[in-house]
């Protein structure tokens, strides 16, 4: 079975834990998973699984760690016909722009042929203090799809 590429962006570290926790989810129904925090473009393989948890930072903005890696897309277009993806956000439901980053970043990757496997999940920290819970009961279902 193929490896599911876990991204994450996150400024105080949420996202990183929920990834984290995703990935161990992941591997304990037989999955392997590679975890990166911010990565580059060229850190990742441009085709197989890829699962995108990001939050939103300023208004509706992506969090710095990924802001190069979603330049780099704009920059280079790459082909990401073979990409497959999962997208989870986290975000406040305080701000209009709830969660704004990952919808814009699942847009890019949508402009450049990447196909999104299941429903994005949006966590609002507002209904959950723990974000790991709902997103624990999301990987459950996602990796029913795969
Ligand atoms: C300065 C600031 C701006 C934020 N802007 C947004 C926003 O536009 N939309 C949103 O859904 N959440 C927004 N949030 C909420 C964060 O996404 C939320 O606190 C999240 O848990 C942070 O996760 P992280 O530690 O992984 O970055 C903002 C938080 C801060 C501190």
């Known amino acids: 079975m193929s490896t599911i590429t876990l991204i994450s962006g996150s400024t105080m570290g949420s996202a990183e834990y929920v990834a984290e926790h995703i990935a161990e989810i992941l591997e304990n129904h037989g999955f392997s998973t590679k975890v990166l925090h911010g990565p580059s473009l060229d850190d990742l393989p ?12 300023g208004a509706g903005d992506l969090p710095e760690n990924l802001q190069s890696f979603a330049d780099a897309i704009i920059q280079q277009h790459p082909d990401l016909s073979r990409v497959t993806f999962g997208a989870v956000g986290i975000g406040s439901s305080e701000y209009d722009t709830f969660c704004g980053a990952i919808r814009s970043l699942e847009q890019l990757l949508a402009d450049h042929k990447a196909k999104r496997i299941g429903d994005r999940l949006e966590i609002d920290i507002q209904q959950y203090e723990i974000p790991e819970d709902p997103a624990e009961e999301w990987v459950k279902e996602w990796a029913k799809l795969l």
């Open 46 to 57: 441009l085709e197989g699984l890829w699962l995108v948890v990001t939050s939103t930072h």
